[in-house]
Structure formats: structure tokens, C-alpha cells
């Protein structure tokens, strides 16, 4: 191979842990950050037509949520087994990993331009019943448009996750930003009517949205080509390989499934919340909204993790792996001190980004201040997840999400509302957490015993 590729070798094998985490994730976790920032700024400009706009928005997001559980799940999939590739210098399967992942990609697109046509209108209705005419119609033009449009989500992914598990992550970070400034920059234009512009509400939020997912993918394939020279792209005599594909979803399908249950799981507190009120769906929106802001840059964080426990455990180096892993755990549990800190101390400053009645902040303020309380807990589980991940154990991953999203937390939540009201129903996120954590230092301790310990540690 070519002196690039024998650098990257090189830079994965022998860069110190530490600089090497922070020169792979930092990146991603800028990038990850914006793209929390930018979906902060768009219920923040959605939120300024009305709550109703707001709460129209906040139901779409189990749909999209799992659109972008099936795109990151399949890239989590490419990367890890990618990475492995790599470290075991296995580069003819390199290039046939990469090309199935676009297949893969394509694929989940059509899956989901089905969804948008068929779907939406049925999924709005078992969460408002009709009963509320300008939601309805508000979310079901929104969430038509993201995933009919979504084509530009899914390039973006696979070519950022195919740029991740090749250590360049700098562009990665360039694409992603590039889409979110898009998107910023075309919200209020278009939801507005700036500019000349039409006034379009929530569907120029999905639009503003769809045309930054475009550039971020159409900016994600020129790096491929043009950069990525660990992986030859070529269509000539390309066909599915179902040996790839199946090593790929060994991967990816315990984490589509994972992030798809968070999916069920909005669904289902959605639900439960607008028996309530709207607004107190509205605020559960917001609460999704600003959690990101903290939990994006770590998951970037993740996927710099993901490739440099893959790559060094296919080259045998068993130290590298659990520097890493270290390095990792202290990373996170500083950035979600910060963000605990953030929701106890500043509630209502949070709410009032999003124009907050008095009504939403009555309902918001406590509520942000006790799911908060989960911060403090969930950082060990997501950095145990990515390491699951990493050693094909992805089905851990699995069963510590299924055990705080669905087995506790909606039952918990059920429960809590129909004893306690309202204001008791946000302690189900801090109780299932308590789960999660425990579930995860047992499978911890397993994946260590069974898998960790029995690699070699080749200088």
C-alpha cells in the first residue's frame, strides 16, 4: 500500500492513546456539537410561529429518530468492521466492506421514501387523533418532507462513518458543519419568508434541513474520492456480497435496534405526556433538543473510540485498547457533569431559548432539573456501549438500552403518571439510568473476562 495508508497504520498502532482519542474524536465531537447546536436553532425558530408548531416538530421525532437509527446503525456496522480490516492489513475486503456499505445506504433510503408516503399520516394520528387539526397537518408536512427527502441523510452518514474508520476525521468534521451552517443559515429564511423567500413555517424547517443533509453528503463523497485512499470506490462488476452484509449487521443491527428502541421509546412517552397536554409534549421535545447539545459531542466521542478499539484489537494490542477506554470513561463523565450542571442551575434560561409560556415553564423547570439528575449516571453505559460495538458484542449494547428505554423507563413512566400525575412521570428517566449502569459494568466485566484479556498485547 501507499505511504498514506502506511501512516495510518502507524498513526492507529503507535500514537499515543491520548492524542490519539483526542485527534480522532475532537473533530467529530466538534461537528457532533454543531449538529446538536443547529437542531437546537431549528425548534428554537420553529418555536417563534407557535407552541403548536413546536409540539407539531417534537412528535416527528420517533420517525426520525429511527431514520437515522437505521443510517448510523449500518454505518457502526461498516466502521468497526472496517477499522478491524485495516488492522489486520485485510484491504481487498476493505473496498468490498465500503462499497456494500453504500448499498446498504441506498437501500435504507428507499425503506424510508416509503415511509414518507404511506406512513406519516397514520403515525400522526395514533398521537393526536385528529383531534388537533393544526399539529396534524403542520407534522405531517414536516416529517413527509424529511423522509422523502432523506437521501442526503443517508450519503452523509456512510461517507462520514467509511471517513471515520480510515482515522480522518477532519473532514468528517468539515462535512458536518458544512450541512448544519446550511441549515441554519436557510431556517429562518425559509420558515420565515426572508429575503424574497416564501413563507413556508415548519415545511421550510424540513426543507432548511434536507438541503444541509445534501451538502453535508455530497461534501462526504468528494473527501471519499478524493482523500480516503485506503479504499478504492469503483462500480464495475460491483454486486451485493451477502457474507459483507451479514458481518456488517452484525455489528449494525444490535445498534439500529438500540437507537430504534429510543425511537419506541419517544413514541411511547409521547403518548403518555399529551394525555396531559401538548405542551407538556412540547417540553419533552425541548428536553430532547437540549440533551443533545451533550450527548452529540459524546457520541462523537464514541466514534472516535469505535475504530481505535477495533483496529487494535484485530492488531493485537491489548494495552492501546484499555488506555483507550480509560481515556474515554473520564472524557464523558466530564462532559456530562457539565451538562448536569447546566439543567439544575439554568432551567429556565433553557426554556426561555424556545419562547416558554408560563404554562410550559410551570410544567419545564422541574422537569428538566430531574432528568437531569441521569446525566450523572448514563456516561458509563454509552462508552461501554461503543466498546461492545467495537468487539462485535454489539448485542450487549442491545439489552443495556432495551433495559433503560423499554423495559423500566416506559413502564416506569406509565406507572409514575398514573400515581403521581405529571410532575412524577420525568423520575422514570433517572430510575431506568440506575439500570442501565448496573446491566452495563456486568457486561463490562464479561466482554473484559472473555474477550479483552485474551488479546495478545504485540509491541
Known amino acids: 500500500m501507499n505511504g498514506e495508508v502506511r501512516a495510518q497504520e502507524n498513526k492507529m498502532g503507535v500514537m499515543p492513546v491520548n492524542q490519539l482519542l483526542l485527534n480522532m474524536s475532537l473533530p467529530m465531537m466538534v461537528s457532533m456539537l454543531v449538529q446538536a447546536l443547529y437542531n437546537i436553532v431549528d425548534s428554537i425558530f420553529v418555536s417563534k410561529l407557535s407552541e403548536n408548531a413546536l409540539s407539531a416538530v417534537s412528535l416527528a421525532f420517533p420517525i426520525q429518530t429511527l431514520l437515522i437509527a437505521v443510517g448510523t446503525g449500518t454505518g457502526v456496522g461498516v466502521n468497526s468492521l472496517l ?74 452518514l456512510i461517507f462520514e462513518k467509511l471517513l471515520q474508520a480510515t482515522g480522518k476525521t477532519l473532514y468528517t468534521m468539515i462535512s458536518q458543519a458544512a450541512g448544519a ?46 482523500k480516503n485512499k485506503e479504499i478504492r470506490f469503483s462500480l464495475k462488476g460491483f454486486k451485493p456480497d451477502m457474507r459483507t452484509i451479514a458481518n456488517i449487521y452484525k455489528v449494525g443491527v444490535p445498534s439500529i435496534v438500540m437507537q430504534a428502541i429510543g425511537s419506541v421509546m419517544t413514541y411511547g412517552m409521547n403518548i403518555i405526556l399529551i394525555a396531559f397536554s401538548s405542551t407538556a409534549t412540547a417540553v419533552f421535545g425541548v ?28 492488531a493485537g494490542r491489548r494495552s492501546r485498547m484499555i488506555k483507550a477506554i480509560k481515556c474515554s470513561l473520564v472524557y464523558a463523565l466530564i462532559l456530562l457533569a457539565a451538562g448536569f450542571i447546566v439543567f439544575e442551575t439554568v432551567p429556565e434560561l433553557l426554556l426561555g431559548l424556545f419562547d416558554a409560556s408560563e404554562d410550559m415553564l ?93 488479546v495478545p498485547d504485540e509491541a
Open 83 to 156: 477499522s478491524k480490516q485495516l488492522g489486520e492489513k485485510d484491504y481487498k475486503q476493505v473496498n468490498k466492506t465500503a462499497m456494500n456499505g453504500i448499498f446498504l445506504a441506498v437501500v435504507s433510503y428507499l425503506v424510508f421514501v416509503v415511509v414518507g408516503i404511506a406512513g406519516v399520516r397514520p403515525f400522526y394520528a395514533s398521537q393526536v387523533k385528529e383531534s388537533d387539526p393544526e399539529i396534524f397537518t403542520m407534522g405531517v408536512q414536516y416529517l413527509t418532507i424529511i423522509c422523502v427527502c432523506s437521501f442526503g441523510l443517508y450519503a452523509q
Open 181 to 226: 451552517v446550511i441549515n441554519i443559515i436557510l431556517d429562518p429564511i425559509l420558515i420565515f419568508g426572508l429575503y424574497g423567500m416564501p413563507e413556508l413555517g415548519v415545511a421550510g424547517a424540513a426543507i432548511a434541513t434536507v438541503v444541509g443533509q445534501i451538502a453535508g453528503g455530497i461534501l462526504g463523497l468528494i473527501f471519499n474520492v478524493k
Open 287 to 314: 428536553y430532547f433538543k437540549l440533551q443533545s447539545f451533550f450527548f452529540m459531542p459524546l457520541f462523537g466521542l464514541n466514534n472516535g473510540l469505535i475504530p481505535i478499539v477495533a483496529y487494535n484489537y484485530g
Open 362 to 454: 410551570a410544567i419545564g423547570i422541574p422537569a428538566l432539573r430531574i432528568i437531569g439528575i441521569h446525566f450523572l449516571i448514563a456516561w458509563f453505559g454509552i462508552i461501554a456501549s461503543a466498546v461492545f460495538q467495537a468487539l462485535g458484542n454489539g448485542v450487549y449494547s442491545l439489552v443495556v438500552s432495551a433495559a433503560r428505554q423499554l423495559v423500566i423507563l416506559l413502564p416506569a413512566a406509565f406507572i409514575l403518571a398514573g400515581i403521581g400525575g405529571l410532575s412524577k412521570v420525568w423520575w422514570a428517566f433517572p430510575i431506568a439510568e440506575m439500570v442501565s449502569f448496573g446491566v452495563s459494568v456486568v457486561f463490562m466485566i464479561a466482554i473484559n473476562r472473555k474477550v479483552i484479556r485474551n
